[in-house]
């Protein structure tokens, strides 16, 4: 549960902080908290890493990882991000599920160079003429 609260708030390093708390009452990161630790991989460097430590630690990211990180990537529209992601995924063998599918079409609709905040939103003048 801490995982995941300090993930949502953006503070990976909070989060890693607790992974010492864990080995010290005898407990090893599986799945679910590595999942929790990508809801705050923003960056793809965090991200790459995770999938790293993933491996050494033995555990083999599925799906839902590759997903949570996704996320992170189209969130942003970074598509080095999801690019080196979609290339791990490739490389370790991990099918896309259909809410991957769905979160790179989403991604699809939108360009590289694409900025939210650049292009005036014409509703409000619409609305002006009314």
Partial sequence: VMFRWRSKLGDLESAKELLPILVSRELAPNLQTFCNLAIACRKMKDGMQLLADMKTSGIIANSHIYSTLINAAVKRLNYTYLTEIIRD?????????????????????????????????????????A
């Fill in 89 to 129: 995924m490739r490389k370790n063998n991990v099918p896309p599920n259909e809410v991957i599918i769905r979160q790179l079409e989403f991604a699809a609709q939108y360009p590289p160079n694409f900025d939210r905040y650049k292009e005036k939103d014409p509703f409000p003048e619409e609305i002006g003429r």
